[in-house]
């Protein structure tokens, strides 16, 4: 081949190369894209177990497309269960990203095949819905829920993880409570839990120290894993389940102080149990955990109380009546 061919015959290899590593570049990128808002809910039917009164226990969560933007959708014709009653207890107020195990809706012992379907539709219009059965491969247990979460790995166990019970939380004082704008609500709450499991990472005889060293090491020996990964340990987390119909319930609702996220927020420093440094927090010595909640706006809202020890969980709810 002359030497002139040869030149343009590389310059159009290079070219298609240099397209085709575009092109798969190009596909990479929008398969990671993600939002901070304007984005949708997509229900999930996490799968099923039986109750000991012979009645079965649906289990939903969802995932809510944005990083930033917690979006309200009321129960009505926008967020509602079919066939029968409308409103199965389903949040109004949806976290950021994925949320697991997030409720759960009771039928009787003769559901046989019927179907009950969660249908969510968002403020930008998409339509999404969930789809439940008492199908066999829909079966969950506690090591089902914990592998899900990321306490375990795929298709793992112990004797450690077979054992663990879930922690109880117990809110102390009234579940209806009353309160002015701008009034800080004290809310105190007690979890009992088994200690199980320990938290991950940490040698035989070795305590939870937050210290410079502890954190190196996590940083350099990640564990591996084919799941989401969790940081085992005991937190309690209070958010908002349920508010009135305002945009940016979430701005208006402060927790004092701060506590642990209950949905997947991956990114270092998030104060979530699947970001790289979290640690759990002190337990006090009281096993009571004390928190302020203060409203900007009126209006009823049901705060949401989850105590969770890095593989199994345990709600709490109380309703608070908001006046100017």
């Given at each position: 081949?002359?030497?002139?061919?040869?030149?343009?015959?590389?310059?159009?290899?290079?070219?298609w190369?240099?397209?085709?590593?575009?092109?798969s570049f190009?596909?990479t990128?929008?398969?990671?894209l993600?939002?901070?808002k304007?984005?949708?809910?997509?229900?999930?039917?996490?799968?099923?177990?039986?109750?000991?009164?012979?009645?079965?226990?649906?289990?939903?969560?969802?995932?809510?497309?944005n990083?930033?933007?917690?979006?309200?959708?009321?129960?009505?014709?926008?967020?509602?269960?079919?066939?029968?009653d409308r409103?199965?207890?389903q949040?109004?107020?949806?976290?950021?990203?994925?949320?697991?195990?997030?409720?759960?809706?009771?039928v009787p012992?003769?559901?046989?095949s019927?179907?009950?379907?969660?249908?969510?539709?968002?403020?930008?219009?998409?339509t999404?819905?969930?789809?439940?059965?008492?199908?066999?491969d829909?079966?969950?247990?506690?090591?089902?829920?914990?592998?899900?979460?990321?306490s375990?790995?795929?298709?793992?166990?112990?004797p450690?993880?077979?054992?663990?019970?879930?922690?109880?939380v117990?809110?102390?004082?009234?579940?209806?409570?009353?309160?002015?704008?701008?009034?800080?609500?004290?809310?105190?709450?007690?979890?009992?839990?088994?200690?199980?499991?320990?938290?991950?990472?940490?040698r035989?005889?070795?305590?939870?120290?937050?210290?410079?060293?502890?954190?190196?090491?996590r940083?350099?020996?990640?564990?591996?894993?084919?799941?989401?990964?969790?940081?085992?340990?005991?937190?309690?987390?209070?958010?908002?389940?349920r508010?009135?119909?305002?945009?940016?319930?979430?701005?208006?609702?402060?927790?004092?102080?701060p506590?642990?996220?209950?949905?997947?927020?991956?990114?270092?420093?998030?104060?979530?149990?699947?970001?790289?440094?979290?640690?759990?927090?002190?337990?006090?010595e009281?096993?009571?955990?004390?928190?302020?909640?203060?409203?900007?706006e009126?209006?009823?809202?049901v705060?949401?109380?989850?105590a969770d020890d890095?593989?199994?969980f345990?709600?709490?709810?109380?309703?608070?009546?908001?006046?100017?």
């Amino acid at each position: 081949m002359p030497a002139r061919s040869m030149e343009i015959w590389r310059s159009h290899l290079l070219r298609w190369v240099i397209l085709l590593l575009a092109s798969s570049f190009s596909i990479t990128l929008m398969a990671q894209l993600s939002y901070q808002k304007g984005q949708y809910i997509e229900p999930a039917y996490e799968g099923w177990r039986e109750n000991e009164d012979g009645s079965f226990s649906f289990i939903f969560g969802y995932f809510n497309e944005n990083w930033e933007q917690e979006l309200d959708i009321q129960v009505g014709d926008s967020n509602f269960f079919s066939p029968g009653d409308r409103d199965r207890g389903q949040p109004t107020h949806f976290l950021p990203r994925r949320n697991r195990f997030t409720f759960e809706v009771r039928v009787p012992s003769d559901w046989g095949s019927r179907e009950l379907v969660w249908t969510v539709i968002s403020p930008n219009g998409e339509t999404r819905r969930a789809y439940a059965t008492l199908a066999t491969d829909y079966t969950i247990d506690n090591i089902v829920i914990a592998s899900e979460t990321g306490s375990l790995g795929a298709g793992t166990s112990s004797p450690e993880s077979r054992s663990n019970t879930p922690p109880q939380v117990t809110v102390q004082g009234d579940s209806v409570r009353t309160v002015r704008t701008g009034e800080p609500l004290r809310i105190v709450a007690r979890i009992m839990d088994d200690g199980l499991p320990k938290p991950r990472g940490l040698r035989e005889g070795e305590e939870e120290i937050v210290d410079a060293a502890t954190l190196t090491r996590r940083m350099l020996n990640p564990p591996r894993r084919s799941t989401v990964g969790k940081t085992n340990g005991l937190f309690l987390s209070w958010n908002i389940y349920r508010g009135p119909e305002l945009l940016g319930v979430q701005d208006k609702v402060r927790f004092n102080p701060p506590l642990s996220k209950p949905w997947e927020d991956t990114r270092t420093s998030a104060n979530s149990p699947w970001g790289p440094l979290w640690m759990p927090p002190p337990i006090p010595e009281n096993g009571l955990y004390e928190v302020e909640v203060t409203f900007d706006e009126p209006g009823t809202y049901v705060l949401w109380a989850r105590a969770d020890d890095g593989g199994l969980f345990h709600d709490q709810y109380i309703t608070v009546n908001v006046s100017p």
